[in-house]
T-cell receptor, first 115, second 111 residues
Framework: NAGVTQTPKFQVLKTGQSMTLQCAQD?????MYWYRQDPGMGLRLIYY???????DKGEVPNGYNVSRLNKREFSLRLESAAPSQTSVYFC??????????????FGEGSWLTVV | DQQVKQNSPSLSVQEGRISILNCDYT??????FLWYKKYPAEGPTFLIS?????DKNEDGRFTVFLNKSAKHLSLHIVPSQPGDSAVYFC??????????FGSGTRLLVRP
């Protein structure tokens, strides 16, 4: 049972380069998310997709774009990477339902360094 | 301005004793609160949650207490075990799709 799978796990980029983080879930969840985690900041929501075909901005969307390719896949693109985007990125998915079951399942993270 | 705050970046307790992790929030509209546990090089995993209409929820060794008047919640782990050593994130639900996370508390349980 893979759950949420994200690639790559590690990446070093030069300032101005572009890249795409890939994410796939096998739990048939409708909603998917991209978070970033920075020291002392917790996890902050970048973008989310409530269901296939929809995407919305989260707390920190600037510098990112997303694509909900299908129900399984949700990608995050950095068009022109900046050192401030050095972070650990987590993809997640959930199935909105009753609040007790409205928990979010996270991938293992992607470590991105922009030099 | 952080809506969910975990003011203790770290906590160290002896195995077998109680661990108490604290979290404060500012938005009275949050309807659910959750705790996540994170090991190094892994994603956070859901631990326990509590509705804003309750003041306590228990699951085995883990209990979450909610004090709405103080806008404060705490996670109690009894007894603490070395395998509990991890970073614990408090989160508050703002909408069906948005969780606001605290900055985390690193718990070390000493054998």
């Amino acid at each position: 049972n893979a759950g949420v799978t994200q690639t790559p796990k590690f990446q070093v980029l030069k300032t101005g380069q572009s890249m795409t983080l890939q994410c796939a879930q096998d739990m048939n969840h409708n909603s998917m998310y991209w978070y970033r985690q920075d020291p002392g900041m917790g996890l902050r929501l970048i973008y989310y997709s409530a269901s296939e075909g929809t995407t919305d901005k989260g707390e920190v969307p600037n510098g990112y774009n997303v694509s909900r390719l299908n129900k399984r896949e949700f990608s995050l693109r950095l068009e022109s990477a900046a050192p401030s985007q050095t972070s650990v990125y987590f993809c997640a998915s959930s199935e909105p339902g009753t609040a007790v079951r409205n928990t979010i399942y996270f991938g293992e993270g992607s470590w991105l360094t922009v030099v | 301005d952080q809506q969910v705050k975990q003011n203790s970046p770290s906590l160290s307790v002896q195995e077998g004793r109680i661990s108490i992790l604290n979290c404060d929030y500012t938005n009275s509209m949050f309807d659910y609160f959750l705790w996540y546990k994170k090991y190094p090089a892994e994603g956070p995993t859901f631990l326990i949650s509590i509705s804003s209409i309750k003041d306590k929820n228990e699951d085995g060794r883990f209990t979450v207490f909610l004090n709405k008047s103080a806008k404060h919640l705490s996670l109690h782990i009894v007894p603490s075990q070395p395998g509990d050593s991890a970073v614990y994130f408090c989160a508050a639900r703002e909408s069906s799709y948005k969780l606001i996370f605290g900055s985390g508390t690193r718990l070390l349980v000493r054998p």
